[in-house]
């Protein structure tokens, strides 16, 4: 198991995503199956494009309303995540709308 979270703290997302593709890449190449969950859109979506038999893509399900119960099941990425919930509570709104205006 490989945990990068912290890791990228300090990075932008596409950043990370180089970094990550790197590391991933590595662990392909010398016969490691990997799954993994990223909020890195990019990065999650460039792997599971490639529909590589050695790494699958997870994700957290999601409820009616954007409620998440946390549980992982195989899938495509979805470019949204916590960032895009939280400002959904705050102003009552999806970003997508406010992009539009």
């Known amino acids: 198991m490989l945990l990068c979270n912290e890791s990228f703290a300090s990075t932008n997302e596409r950043e ?19 799954a993994f969950v990223t909020h890195m859109f990019d990065l999650a979506d460039g792997l599971h494009r490639q529909q590589l038999g050695t790494a699958l893509s997870l994700r957290t399900e999601r409820r009616r309303g954007g409620e998440r119960s946390y549980k992982l099941s195989p899938g495509a990425p979805m470019p949204t995540g916590h960032g895009e919930d939280s400002y959904h509570e705050v102003f009552g709104m999806n970003v997508e709308a406010t992009q539009a205006n």
């Not at 990370?16 to 990997?34: E, F, T």
């Open 16 to 34: 990370g995503s180089q970094i990550a593709r790197q590391a991933v890449r590595a662990l392909l190449d010398g016969g490691v199956k990997v």
